[in-house]
């Protein structure tokens, strides 16, 4: 809901050094809420033409063609954060009540996200990003007994086959290896062979911690896509009131160097997006947070 809130703290600003950097501060301003409502503000601003005639010639003024835009709000969503390619020529996008402004774009948004066009952008990217399990056969004691004795009995083969090819040397310091890898053999051919019984939990632990980790890998999947889109609607909007509730708009401002600064040292480490909700201003965060509650309401 922020996304909604900040597009208005430049809506009053008339001078042209401030339109001019207003694209590089509508940029900085939008990687705030992840993809749902960056989707939503984009989406808002690119293509929703009000009654009260608050957008005019939208695609002209952005400078890219309506695909384009349609693109860069197809990629916000699924990436999450603001694509915005070729929009080289923001201007006054935005004019009038700030806060009327604002509840357009929230209920364009409310609209927006009971698309099938979004639901079924949801879903891909939900399909996409589940865990694909990579079985792989538990091997027997059996076949861990059979796999090592062939093994060291291949080493001990190819090792004499070029006994002839090295010095006598050489030679004669492979032959405590040689008598390893043979006692090894005798050693795994036992039925109570204690380093086949070894391999052989290993390979099951293996095989459980596989699968616990497929497990995890699949709940924090459930967790971050669930299977009702609304959900993840409600997780963006309470993530959006948890914050703002703790936003002191009251704060006060120093000039350093330049740059605006808050007086209270403990301010100046908040989150980026807790900024950016105190810039946009109490006059338009109060009745977002209002609408962001009552929208959670009607999706329970």
Same mark, same amino acid.
């Given at each position: $809901?922020?996304?909604?809130c900040n597009a208005f703290i430049f809506t009053s600003v008339k001078k042209p050094a401030m339109q001019q950097k207003m694209l590089k501060l509508i940029i900085l301003q939008l990687r705030i809420a992840g993809g749902l409502l960056i989707l939503a503000l984009i989406t808002a601003i690119l293509m929703s033409f009000t009654s009260r005639k608050i957008f005019v010639d939208v695609w002209q003024q952005l400078g890219i063609?309506?695909?384009r835009g349609a693109k860069n709000i197809d990629e916000s969503f699924l990436n999450g954060y603001f694509h915005y390619y070729g929009a080289e020529k923001v201007k006054n996008l935005l004019a009038g009540d700030r806060v009327a402004i604002a509840k357009d774009l929230m209920a364009y948004a409310?609209?927006?996200v009971n698309t099938e066009s979004f639901k079924k952008q949801y879903e891909l990217e939900r399909k996409n990003a589940k865990p694909v399990e990579y079985l792989q056969k538990l091997k027997t004691k059996e076949e861990i007994r059979q796999?090592?004795?062939e093994e060291a009995e291949k080493t001990i083969r190819e090792t004499e086959a070029n006994y002839k090819k090295m010095t006598p040397e050489i030679v004669k310091a492979l032959q405590p290896t040689i008598e390893i890898l043979k006692k090894n053999i005798k050693d795994y051919k036992d039925p109570n062979s204690k $380093?086949?019984?070894l391999m052989y939990q290993s390979e099951k632990m293996g095989a459980e911690s596989r699968a616990k980790s497929?497990?995890?890998s699949v709940k924090n999947w459930e967790r971050e896509y669930p299977a009702d889109y609304r959900e993840l609607v409600k997780r963006r909007l309470q993530k959006?009131?948890?914050l703002a509730k703790t936003v002191d708009f009251n704060a006060q401002l120093k000039v350093v160097s330049g740059k605006k600064k808050f007086v209270k040292p403990d301010y100046e480490y908040k989150p980026y997006d807790w900024k950016q909700i105190?810039?946009?201003g109490k006059e338009v965060i109060e009745p977002s947070i209002d609408f962001a509650e009552q929208w959670i309401k009607e999706l329970n």
């Open positions: $809901m922020v996304l909604f063609s309506k695909e409310k609209q927006q796999e090592k004795i $380093m086949i019984e497929f497990e995890e959006f009131i948890d105190f810039r946009a």
